[in-house]
Each structure stands twice: as C-alpha cells, then as structure tokens.
C-alpha cells in the first residue's frame, strides 16, 4: 500500500483513525471481558430453575424406577410399583424437555452446556426401549443398573457444565455441589444393587465387588466434595451426617464391605431401606439449599461487577469520545491550513502567474506586491512554510515580469533589425530597379535578376523576424488578388521556384488585407517542400474551393514524416505557440502559425502517398472572394487608363496560362533571354512602381499570342549608352513619369511573352485555364542558385 499519494485529508485521518480505532477495540475488548462473567453470574439463577432443579428431579426418579426395575428382574413377578414410578418419571422428562427448550436456557448457556443438555435428552429417549428390555427380561440386573446409571452419569455431566462462572470461589462451590450429587448417586447404585441382592437372597457373580466399589468411591467422592465447600458448607455437612441414620448407614455399608461374597448379605432389608431413605433426602435437601445459597451470592456479585462495568464502560466512551473529537479538531485545523496553503499555490501556479504573464504581455504594468500578497497561516511550521511560499509567489511574480520584460525587449531588437533589414532590402530592391531598366548587357542582365530574387528571398527572411516579433509585415494590398497570381508570387520568393508546378487551381481571389501574409505562408512551405525532398523531384501546388473557403495543397515527394512527428507539427501549426528561442531550427514552423492565427487560416500536414507530405492550407471563406478581373490588354489601351494592382493581375493570370505563337524571323539574332522568376508578387521585377521599360522588346507582335513570364529579349545595340550613377535612395517622380514608365512596362510585357517560346508540347486552346509552373525559354539557361539555408516549417531534416 503506497501512502506517499495519498491526499492530505486522508493522511491525516488514517493518522487519527489507527489509534481511536485501537483505543475503542481496547475499550470494546475490556468491556466484553467483564459484561460476560457478570452475565455468567446474573444467568447462574436461570441455569439453577431451568435445568438443575428440573435435571435433579428426573435423577431422583430415574433412581427410584431403577432400584425397582432391579428388584423387577431379581424376582419372577411383576411389580406394580413399577408402572406408577415410570409414569412419575416421564413427567420429570417432560418438565425438563419443557425447560430446557426455553429461550431463556439457550440464551444463558453456552456452547458446552448445550452440548451436554443435548446429550442428557438424547441419553433419556433411549428410556422406553430400555424398559421393554427390561419387561421382556432381556436384560440382566447389571444392565438395567447400567442403563439408569448412564442416564444420571448424563445428567450430572449437563450439571458440571453449568459451573463455568467468572468467580473462581462460586465456580469451586458449583463443583463441590455436583460432586455431591455424585456421590449421593454412587449411594443409589449401591442401593439398587442390594435391593436386587436382598430380593434374590445372595450374591450374584461379580455382584459384590461391584457394591464394594460403589461404596469406596462414593466415600471418597464426599470427602474430595465436602473439602471445597465454603467453611459454613462443611460445618453444616459435619453436622449432618452426625445423626443417627448417616451412622445407621455407615455401619451397614461397614458389613456389606466385609460379608461373605457368596452368601446372604448380612444386613436387614427394612433398616437398610430406611436408613437410605433418610439419608438420601437429607443429602438432597443439602444440595439444594446449598445450591440456592450460591445462586443469592451470585446475583449480589454480578451488580456489583455490572456496575463497575457501567462507570468504566462510560469512562472509557467519554476517553474514546474526547479522543476522537480532539483528533477531529486537529486534524480539521491541520488540513484546512495546509488547504489553504495549497490552494494558493494552486491558485498562482495555474491562475495568477498566467494572468500576470497575459498582461504583461498586453503592456499591462504590474504590481508584485499585489500580485503575490503575503500569506499568514500561524507562527508554527505550517506558518512558516506559509511565510516562506510567500517569497515564492513573490520571486515567480518578479521572475515573470523580468521574462516577460526581456522577451518584449527581444521582440523589440528582432523588430528593430528586421525593420532596418526591411529598409535597407527596399532600397536595394529600387537599385535594382533602376540598374535592370539601365542595363543593356544581357549578362549583366541576367545576373542583376539572380540578385534581385535573392533580394526578394531576403526580404522574406526579414520578415520572418517582424512575424515572430508580434508585428506585422510591411507589405499590403488594398483590392483583392486572384489566387493563381497569389500562388505564383509565393514561388517567387522560392530559391527553386523551377522545382514547382502549379497545377489545376479553381479561379478565386483573396481580399487584400491576407494577400502579403498568405504569400509569405505560401511561400515557407513551398520552399520547406523543396528543401526536404531530393532535387530531381517535382513538387506541385494546387488550388480547390471547397464548401468552408478555398483549399491549398502542396505536395512534395521528399523525405516524409512520421506519425508522431505529423502529429505534433500540426498540433503547433493549430496552436500558434509562443516563439521558443531554443526552438530555432522550427523557425518556420512559428512563422506559417503565426501568419495562420492571425487570419484564422487552418494549416495541417498529411502524408502523401509512400512518401513525402502534403501541406493543406484553408483559407476561410471571409478572406476569399470572386476572381478579379483581368482587365484590357496593355498593348491596346494606354497606360493612363490601366490600374496598377489589375495590370499585376492580368499580368500574372497571363503568364500562367500557355499560349501557342510563332517564333519571328528576327529570332535567331536574338540571344537567350535570363529566366526570372514567376510574377505574382510585388517583386522588384514585377511590381507596381517599378516602371521598367523593355526597350528591347519587339512592339509589332500580337498580343493574342501572349505566353509565359515577361521576359527581355537580348540585344546589343551598336553603341553603348552613357550608364548614370545612381545612388541608393530612389530619386522622386512625378505623377506623368510614373504612368509613362507603367505603360512602358505592360507594353515591354506583352512584347516579351510575345516572344517566348514554349519548351513544351503543344499548347492548349486560348482561353484554357489550366495554370502551369514558370515558363523558361527552350533555349535560355537557368541562373546559378546560391545555396541558402531553408526554413524549417516542421519537418525533420
């Protein structure tokens, strides 16, 4: 049995229980010691009126009927007397039956008596069979003395057994009294035997020594009987067998012992009847009245013993009773305190702490004094444990405000560097700008674009700080964007944006107040999917609307997970835990929840297949809408009339839907154009206020035939322009210059996909709506990839 578990209360009543419990057993235990003698002795008059009065008178008349049934047999004829004396007897059997099947008998006898008061009946309902014996003289005289004497043998056995009594001196009376009425018995079988002897005029074989034996053990019987009787006891019997018919009987008894064995006996049958008669009503009246002298003595004894039992019996319930409240009272007040103890640690572990923690999270000021107030339980060991738990609370409460404190000033240098890197990657996302609108050498080109995707990574990274830092990013939109042009823009920021296919995505739009957060999540699983999965694979984007919102899933075939690892990823991406500093290598795994929580959009991981994973993404249904429209052709309608976020739209739908064209003649003096990554985001490449103006295009090619990504065409002018210096900060423009570079841009787009050739097979119809991954002329190359370490979103490397 483990203790140790056990809730206070309980300890502490088990702590009063175990000796209560021993003091009443000790209690009941003594109480029963002395409820028991005294009701011995209260029961002994029951024991002397139900069985021994009853079971004496059926002794007395079982030896009569057994001196006449010998004298019966010793004789050819019928006794008469015999008949009224058996009829005597089954009256006292009947009154004894009578008795002892009473109430108050069993209840006063014990398992010994009964016993023996068992054994007396069964001993006497053997009598009728016995007589028939007798009557029919299949039965000698030895066995009818035999037989009577068995029952009174029974009889003084249930006597015996009435001598257990607490009081050593009665209970050694009791026995003296039974012993008596042995002895008194061994006289009626002597009497029995000469009555046969007298009557058939001489001994029988064996007959003789029987009656000497008889009468040594009934001498011997009294003597051993008188000498534990009480000091008036012996005086009266000495007074008794004084007179004449004790010394009569004496005498006779003298001669019996000493006569011929073979002869007459030498006594006279009257004096010998006469002499016993006396004697053996005197002995009888003895035994009685001592019997009632005991019986007065015991009664006198049991109150006294009842009452004694009575004051201790209360003494010891009022010990017992006090005990029991005392330990109640203590233990009360032992488990209320150290309740209340518990309770206030309980209370600032699971409560107060928190709250403090939630406010100073919210910028709340914090008072520790009041937080952690003192708690006063005494000035003994409980007090002190009290006092001392005070300075607990006090140093957690401190200890919080302290983390909480640190953590805001760790958020604030995160924010505080993510912001400068955000500027500084602006401002070099406009350089960029401006030297790729400037250039003229397609190496130089080309590179210029591998930096400003890397860039545009970074710009990424950095607010991965601003995210975990509690803010939010810095980018927004005001009108919605379609869903296609959202999930280009993710793989945009992706360093192997050509890894990812985009798939069959159902026309949609996000509103856009979510756009910058949804690419940016978009984003850190797509490239997640690329980094955990080998480089020869392919991972693929697409896009359902469902009944609750729209439905993202990105597939890869990567490493996969395992089920405990699916399990707790998606337990954090529900969650939107607090950043774990020592949890950096999930950095990306609190990022895609942050941006989750923050527009109730579900992010869960599944297997995919035997291997790899597949992010779904739910975007709810207030932040999706209808797909916005993708406006008039820029090479059709001016530039002044085109809104900037519709021109990204369309610019973006347009490069994510194959075309087919034919490929000019002025082609093959074209060199291969760089590969840029997919359009969709603003990128420094792509979005609105860039004001690029691809000179190098060619103006004359339909805009029906627009296919894949704005791409520049390669040429070498003659001569080099003069290149100005530009500086870091973006010089201001006017209004005019902005739509003039606007509308350079669109048309330098629209010649550029006219362009492009598709290195796949023949595209569909005009008008399909299948969307595809980042179209790559057949003949340029792929751009030299800078490795970089991915962001982890959960996945184990």
């Known amino acids: 049995m483990r203790t140790r578990d056990w809730p206070i209360r309980s300890k502490l009543t088990a702590l009063v229980v175990a000796p209560v419990t021993a003091l009443l057993a000790l209690w009941i235990f003594a109480t029963t010691l002395t409820f028991g003698p005294a009701l011995n002795l209260l029961s002994a008059r029951t024991l002397l009126y139900d069985l021994g009065r009853p079971g004496e008178a059926v002794v007395t008349e079982l030896q009569r009927e057994r001196r006449l049934s010998v004298v019966q047999l010793a004789s050819a004829t019928e006794l008469p007397a015999l008949d009224e004396q058996r009829q005597r007897t089954d009256r006292a059997i009947a009154e004894l039956r009578r008795r002892v099947d009473g109430e108050a008998l069993r209840d006063a006898a014990d398992d010994l008596l009964e016993d023996r008061v068992d054994r007396l009946l069964t001993a006497v309902a053997a009598l009728p069979t016995g007589r028939e014996f007798i009557d029919d003289r ?34 050694r009376q009791a026995l003296a009294l039974t012993a008596l009425g042995r002895s008194r018995e061994l006289l009626g079988q002597t009497d029995a035997m000469l009555a046969g002897v007298l009557t058939a005029g001489r001994f029988a074989q064996g007959e003789h020594a029987q009656l000497v034996q008889a009468i040594g053990n009934q001498r011997w019987l009294t003597e051993s009987a008188v000498a534990d009787l009480p000091e008036a006891g012996r005086v009266a019997y000495q007074r008794l067998t004084e007179n004449e018919a004790f010394t009569s009987l004496r005498a006779m008894q003298e001669a019996l012992i000493g006569a011929n064995r073979s002869g007459r006996p030498p006594v006279d049958a009257a004096s010998w009847q006469a002499s016993y008669d006396a004697v053996q009503q005197q002995l009888r009246d003895f035994e009685l009245s001592e019997a009632d002298a005991l019986t007065d003595r015991s009664v006198p004894m049991a109150v006294r013993i009842l009452v004694r039992l009575a004051a201790a019996g209360v003494l010891g319930l009022v010990a017992v009773v006090v005990s029991v409240l005392v330990a109640l009272r203590v233990g009360r007040t032992l488990v209320r305190r150290l309740s209340g103890v518990r309770t206030a640690a309980l209370e600032l572990a699971e409560h107060r702490l928190p709250d403090v923690v939630t406010r100073l999270r919210r910028g709340e000021q914090v008072d520790v004094a009041r937080e952690a ?17 005070t300075e607990v609370q006090r140093t957690a409460v401190q200890a919080a405000v302290d983390e909480v404190t640190l953590r805001r000033g760790l958020n604030e240098v995160f924010l505080n560097i993510a912001r400068r890197s955000q500027s500084l990657v602006h401002r070099q996302l406009h350089l960029l700008d401006r030297m790729e609108r400037r250039s003229e050498d397609p190496d130089e080109l080309a590179e210029l674009f591998q930096v400003d995707h890397l860039a545009t990574r970074l710009r990424r990274h950095a607010e991965d700080l601003v995210i975990l830092a509690g803010s939010a990013p810095g980018r927004g939109w005001r009108n919605p964007v379609a869903m296609v042009d959202l999930i280009r823009g993710a793989i945009s920021e992706v360093e192997a944006y050509e890894r990812v296919d985009v798939t069959a995505v159902q026309p949609a739009g996000v509103l856009g107040r979510a756009v910058g957060d949804v690419i940016h999540l978009l984003a850190e699983l797509v490239e ?79 297997p995919a297949g035997e291997s790899g994973v597949t992010a779904v993404v739910l975007v709810p249904t207030d932040l999706v809408t209808s797909e916005p429209p993708a406006g008039p052709d820029p090479a059709t309608l001016g530039a002044a009339s085109a809104d900037p976020g519709r021109r990204l739209a369309r610019t973006a739908r347009r490069g994510a839907v194959t075309r087919s064209r034919t490929r000019p003649s002025a082609a093959p003096s074209a060199s291969p154009a760089p590969p840029a990554p997919p359009t969709g985001a603003p990128t420094s490449a792509s979005s609105p206020g860039n004001g690029r103006d691809d000179e190098s295009a060619t103006p004359d090619e339909p805009a029906d ?93």
């Open 138 to 171: 299949m039965m000698d005289r030895a066995g009818a003395i035999g037989l009577y004497s068995g029952m009174v043998s029974a009889a003084f056995q249930a006597f015996a057994g009435m001598a257990t009594l607490s009081d050593p001196a009665i209970n």
């Open 373 to 389: 107030p003192p708690l006063e339980y005494g000035h003994d060991e409980i007090g002190e444990v009290g006092r001392a738990f």
């Open 528 to 606: 997640n999917a690329t980094a955990f999965s080998p480089p020869d694979t392919r991972v693929t984007v697409t896009g359902t609307q469902v009944a609750n919102g729209y439905a993202l899933e990105i597939t890869d075939q990567g490493l996969g997970m395992s089920a405990a690892a699916l399990e707790t990823a998606n337990t954090r991406l529900a969650s939107s835990p607090e950043f774990d500093p020592a949890q950096s290598a999930r950095l990306g795994l609190f990022v895609v929840a942050r941006l989750a929580a923050r527009h109730g959009v579900r992010v869960r991981l599944r």
């Open 705 to 797: 035939e627009l296919d894949g990504l704005p791409r520049r065409v390669r040429r070498r002018t003659p001569t080099a322009h003069p290149r100005s210096t530009v500086t870091d900060m973006p010089s201001p423009r006017s209004p005019e210059e902005v739509r003039r570079v606007m509308a350079a841009l669109q048309a330098g787009t629209a010649r550029g996909r006219a362009t492009v050739i598709t290195p796949t097979a023949p595209a569909p119809a005009a008008g399909s709506a299948a969307p595809t991954g980042p179209a790559v002329p057949a003949t340029s190359t792929d751009p030299p990839t800078t490795p970089e370490t991915p962001t982890a979103t959960g996945r184990d490397a």
